[in-house]
């Protein structure tokens, strides 16, 4: 099973910033041919669509509770898919994954590979 890689979790204070990487796991493996989608899980609630971006790259999506915050965008040249998540709340803390599929969708069943997750704290 292909795992997909984040990177770029940490520690920030509110209004904060961070960039998290999505990366394919071998060489081999390009990221080209999926939309790629991240999600974010706090324990005990249930996973969050929180944005996607198509294969082309031309096609971005964002939850409401992020639009104008967060931007996703590919360096295909990278192979890398990034997130970059700026005026940071504390609700924003979660650990956020990054999922490989067809085309974009916020069912998270319909990913076919994921990451192991970043850890994102907001400090209040």
């Known amino acids: 099973q292909q795992q997909l890689v984040e990177s770029g979790g940490g520690l920030v204070y509110p209004g904060g910033s961070l960039r998290l990487s999505c990366m394919a796991p071998?060489?081999?493996?390009?990221?080209?041919?999926?939309?790629i989608g991240w999600f974010r899980q706090v324990p005990g609630k249930k996973r969050e669509g929180v944005s996607c971006?198509?294969?082309?790259?031309?096609?971005?999506n964002y939850s409401d509770s992020v639009k104008g915050r967060f931007t996703v965008s590919r360096d295909k040249s990278k192979n890398t898919v990034y997130l970059q998540m700026n005026s940071l709340k504390p609700e924003d803390a979660a650990v956020y994954y990054c999922?490989?599929?067809?085309?974009?969708?916020?069912?998270?069943?319909?990913?076919?590979?994921w990451g192991q997750g970043t850890q994102v704290t907001v400090a209040s």
């Open positions: 999922a490989a599929t067809g085309e974009c969708t916020a069912t998270w069943d319909q990913y076919y590979y």
């Open positions: 971006i198509s294969i082309s790259g031309g096609r971005t």
């Open positions: 071998t060489p081999d493996f390009t990221l080209d041919y999926y939309a």
